[in-house]
């Protein structure tokens, strides 16, 4: 089910098991992979709420809100995934297709998020104003997408130096991992 996922993204999903066990939940739900994402802190996921001045500082509290989460601690191990957190992968992987990535990164794990309406990440993200078309839609103009990272020939776009993009030194360490990542996915896919 992960072999999509980006580093990043795998590690959003190691810190969502971790946030299941500390809240002494037996599964990872929705709740947990919207916590592993503002944990994480940094990437697409983190550019693009910031675009729709989100303030990813206030999640935690709204998802605590929302859950009237106790503090009891149990053991770290592996929680298994819920149902409803399943669907929001599969939904992250076929909004990746969509926009025609070959990875699956904290921003389709945000739209996957979104498209579970009845989830309580989905419930949080739109109570602070965030609802799945401005999200697909930021994700596209900060994603870029049909722009190349690196032109093929004269006159294509590149995009560090799409518009207000070039003047955000932290979208740099978004589009190397892009970069990488894109790397990564045509080694698994050459590899027999």
């Known amino acids: 089910m992960y072999d999509r996922l980006t580093d990043r993204a795998r590690r ?76 929001v992968i599969e939904y992250a992987m076929e909004e990746s297709k969509n926009l025609n990535h070959s990875y699956v990164g904290t921003e389709h794990l945000l739209l996957g998020l979104l498209r579970d309406h009845n989830g309580v990440a989905a419930q949080v993200l739109m109570n602070l104003g965030v609802t799945l078309e401005t999200a697909r839609g930021e994700v596209i103009n900060v994603m870029g997408m049909g722009i190349s990272l690196h032109p093929t020939k004269p006159g294509d776009g590149i995009l560090r130096s799409a518009g207000a993009l070039a003047d955000m030194p932290e979208m740099d360490e978004i589009f190397d991992e892009i970069e990488r990542e894109r790397k990564a996915a045509r080694f698994r896919d050459e590899t027999p």
């Open 12 to 87: 959003v999903m190691q810190y969502a098991n971790e946030e299941a066990m500390s809240v002494g939940h037996e599964y990872i739900g929705t709740e947990d992979i919207i916590l592993g994402l503002v944990r994480e802190g940094v990437g697409a996921f983190a550019h693009v709420l910031k675009s729709l001045k989100v303030d990813i500082s206030k999640i935690r509290g709204e998802v605590e809100k929302a859950l009237r989460l106790e503090t009891d601690v149990t053991e770290l191990g592996d929680a298994p995934t819920s149902p409803r957190a399943k669907k």
